[in-house]
């Protein structure tokens, strides 16, 4: 695992906490769930590039500036997120609901190796900007605006579920010879009293750059 990757551990738990608002405070009915995603967008035998799956080059590090996914409806703005005092990962103000971070001390979306991307699911007003993340299917377009005035375009190559308890650190967050992408909010079962139960995965690779 990369140095990035093992200052990343321990993130999830700061977006656990911060997830669920919404769906506590209504209730938790089938129809305020997020969208899961099916098995059939999961991977079939591991994080690796499908033979023939076109890859861009990676561009030099500039840091992101807005997130586009127009299969999902989202358009936000980026902000960087560091690290808290108890060495998780800072998550986005929950009160803004169109609103993504990324890992900045790690790799920044379209540079060679893994780039981390956080939003929240809800807030308490209701669905927030990764609501609809486990919606997406494999192929998916992803777009990352850059401060370097290009446009990295990712496709993605699975969404995943996982438990708190057995989220695959070195899966999620290791190192890529390409310029990788990994989307990550609250998903799995719900509790009233803890919230969100696991997360949400997409997993994507930069295929253009405009």
């Excluded at 990676?58 to 500036?65: A, Y």
């Excluded at 997130?67 to 999902?72: A, F, T």
């Excluded at 989220?167 to 009293?193: K, M, N, W």
């Amino acid at each position: 695992m990369s140095q990035s990757a093992q200052k990343a551990k321990g993130w999830l738990v700061g977006i656990a906490v911060l997830c669920g608002v919404w769906l506590v405070q209504n209730g938790s009915g089938d129809q305020l769930i997020p969208p899961q995603p099916s098995s059939a967008q999961a991977f079939a035998a591991g994080p690796e590039l499908q033979p023939g799956s076109p890859v861009a080059d990676p561009l030099r590090p500039s840091d992101p500036v807005r997130i586009r996914i127009p299969g999902i409806e989202v358009d936000a703005p980026m902000m960087r997120l560091g690290l808290g005092r108890d060495g998780s990962l800072d998550v986005p103000p929950d009160e803004d609901r169109n609103l993504a971070g990324w890992y900045a001390d790690g790799v920044p979306p379209g540079a060679r190796g893994t780039a981390i991307v956080a939003g929240h699911v809800d807030n308490a007003e209701g669905p927030s900007v990764f609501y609809a993340l486990g919606a997406l299917t494999k192929g998916t377009r992803v777009e990352v605006v850059r401060e370097d005035g290009r446009t990295a375009v990712f496709s993605v190559d699975a969404i995943e579920v996982y438990d708190n308890e057995e989220f695959p650190d070195q899966r999620v967050y290791g190192d890529s010879p390409h310029a990788s992408l990994r989307l990550i909010t609250c998903g799995g079962g719900f509790s009233e009293e803890t919230g969100y139960q696991g997360n949400v995965v997409a997993y994507a690779h930069l295929t253009d750059v405009r």
